[in-house]
């Protein structure tokens, strides 16, 4: 499955964005689709995951009640929402595939990455 995420920007401290994960190539439903995120300087850290359906979802315990995270699989489509911006959210984010499987937080057990959006939230 092929990935592209989209929806980063530049945003005050606050703010919300909505970040997009397009899936093409294969059948989308078959995936868990985790989200990470890589600030410069740091190791890529666990966001935010959902299973196939969307039933399940886990989000990082650093972002829980900030950030949430969905699935629609009849637009191949994952989003997460950013609400409550802070500067220290500031990274490039990534979303990643792992089929027919449970939701994960190791980034090693996602096998499929898109190319990633920058998100820069400003203080």
């Known amino acids: 499955v092929q990935l592209q995420a989209s929806g980063g920007g530049l945003v005050q401290a606050g703010g919300s964005l909505r970040l997009s994960c397009a899936a093409s190539?294969?059948?989308?439903?078959?995936?868990?689709i985790g989200w990470f995120r890589q600030a410069p300087g740091k190791e890529r850290e666990f966001v935010a995951a959902?299973?196939?359906?969307?039933?399940?979802?886990y989000v990082d315990v650093s972002v829980k009640g900030r950030f949430t995270i969905s699935r629609d699989n009849v637009k191949n489509t994952v989003y997460l929402q950013l609400n409550s911006l802070k500067p220290e959210d500031t990274a490039v984010y990534y979303c990643?595939?792992?089929?027919?499987?449970?939701?994960?937080?190791?980034?090693?057990?996602?096998?499929?990455w898109g190319q990633g959006t920058q998100v820069t939230v400003s203080s």
């Open positions: 190539g294969r059948t989308f439903s078959n995936y868990a």
């Open positions: 959902v299973n196939w359906s969307g039933d399940e979802t």
């Open positions: 990643a595939a792992r089929i027919l499987g449970p939701i994960r937080t190791q980034a090693s057990q996602y096998a499929s």
